[in-house]
Each structure stands twice: as structure tokens, then as C-alpha cells.
T-cell receptor, first 114, second 116 residues
Framework: GAGVSQSPSNKVTEKGKDVELRCDPI?????LYWYRQSLGQGLEFLIY????????KSGLPSDRFSAERTGGSVSTLTIQRTQQEDSAVYLC????????????FGEGSWLTVV | SQQGEEDPQALSIQEGENATMNCSYK?????LQWYRQNSGRGLVHLIL?????REKHSGRLRVTLDTSKKSSSLLITASRAADTASYFC????????????????FGKGTLLTVNP
């Protein structure tokens, strides 16, 4: 597609439920990132995928969070047993592989846990 | 703590004035980027400056980088109401091992308000 596409745009879920957030990166971009942004805060790195390499999961806040990237394209971020502190905007981004390339962000998925 | 930290946290100016935002970071970098975010949604890339560059221009934007002080500044000249947004710096610590494996680290941003 023309840009990074994320779905859903907004999700309200009950505490304890699982949620899945989807990211469709720009075609041809081998690097994919997930970030989280709480209200009024900066971006918090969650996970980074690069081609067939093992993902960098160092930013995932707990084992309730997981992500996968199938076929080197679409990625899904899964949050199990959601908690209220998980409420945030989850931003996906993609880029070409080399350092110094522009990272293109999607519009984000706004998650509210009630 | 954040690798990139913007200063000030908030800035309010009149249309036509210049806006200067600063960013400090802690470790060595390959490059530094500035992004803009409207209404808490997706970020838009503004400009990238490499570690061996000192200044870069793009339209009304001017970015400087001082690696000795580990700081960067973003200057927006002749500001417009449409420039109202949050501005973030992001650094690339760049662990290039046989390809690339890096992630950008963002600061908390500067909220710029340009009053008509």
C-alpha cells in the first residue's frame, strides 16, 4: 500500500481480555517497529523486526505482550489479559533496511482498557 | 531515562515568529531525526541529520547537530498556525552488524502552539 496501515483505529476492551493489533507496512520495507505512546508522553519502543533476523523484543513491557510478523510483511501485536495501564496509542512503523532511512509511521491504534 | 530529551516541553509563540526546540542525547549516534505529530496520532518525518553533518535545511526548517555536546536544535522560521504540533527528536544508536539492527529512541517531545 501507499503507507503504513494499522487496524483497528480505536479499540475499547474490558480488562482481562486479549487484543490483537494489526500493522501492514509499506511494500518492500523489511524493517518494522512497534511503539507505544501513553497520553502526553514520548514513544516507547516495544519490538523491532528486520527481515529474517530474530526480532529485538527488548522493549516489550511484560510477557503479556507478544508480536509476530508473518511472511516478512504483516505484523500482529497481541496483548493478553489487558490491564488499564495498557491503554495507549500503539504505533507501527516501517523502513528500508539501512540505518539512516526514514521511518514511516501508521496512524496508530488507540487502545482503551476499561 | 530517555536517550533523546526535548526542551522546552511546551512552547507558545505568535504566527510569524521563529520557534527553536532543542534535543539532548546521551550516547553516540549515527544520525538524529526530527518528527512531527499532530493530535497524538501518526508521526511525520521532517528531517534527518547524520553524525558527520553540522547543519541541514529543509524549507522553513533548520536543524543543527553538535556531537561534542550531544545536542541538536530544530528551528522553524516564520511560523504558521498550521505548525502547531508536537515535535520529537529521535536518535539512531545504530548497531550495524552485518546489515542493520537498530531502533530509534524518541524523547517526550515539545508541544508547539502557534497562535494566529
Amino acid at each position: 500500500g501507499a503507507g503504513v496501515s494499522q487496524s483497528p483505529s480505536n479499540k475499547v476492551t474490558e480488562k482481562g481480555k486479549d487484543v490483537e493489533l494489526r500493522c501492514d507496512p509499506i511494500s518492500g520495507h523489511t524493517a518494522l517497529y512497534w511503539y507505544r505512546q501513553s497520553l502526553g508522553q514520548g514513544l516507547e519502543f516495544l519490538i523491532y523486526f528486520q527481515g529474517n533476523s530474530a526480532p529485538d523484543k527488548s522493549g516489550l513491557p511484560s510477557d503479556r505482550f507478544s508480536a509476530e510478523r508473518t511472511g516478512g510483511s504483516v505484523s500482529t501485536l497481541t496483548i493478553q489479559r489487558t490491564q488499564q495501564e495498557d491503554s495507549a496509542v500503539y504505533l507501527c512503523a516501517s523502513s528500508l533496511v539501512s540505518s539512516g532511512n526514514t521511518i514511516y509511521f501508521g496512524e496508530g491504534s488507540w487502545l482503551t482498557v476499561v | 531515562s530517555q536517550q533523546g530529551e526535548e526542551d522546552p516541553q511546551a512552547l507558545s509563540i505568535q504566527e510569524g515568529e521563529n520557534a527553536t526546540m532543542n534535543c539532548s542525547y546521551k550516547t553516540s549516534i549515527n544520525n538524529l531525526q526530527w518528527y512531527r505529530q499532530n493530535s497524538g496520532r501518526g508521526l511525520v518525518h521532517l528531517i534527518l541529520i547524520r553524525s558527520n553533518e553540522r547543519e541541514k535545511h529543509s524549507g522553513r526548517l533548520r536543524v543543527t547537530l553538535d556531537t561534542s555536546k550531544k545536542s541538536s536544535s530544530l528551528l522553524i522560521t516564520a511560523s504558521r498556525a498550521a505548525d502547531t504540533a508536537s515535535y520529537f527528536c529521535a536518535t539512531d544508536e545504530g548497531r550495524n552488524s552485518g546489515g542493520s539492527n537498530y531502533k530509534l529512541t524518541f524523547g517526550k517531545g515539545t508541544l508547539l502552539t502557534v497562535n494566529p
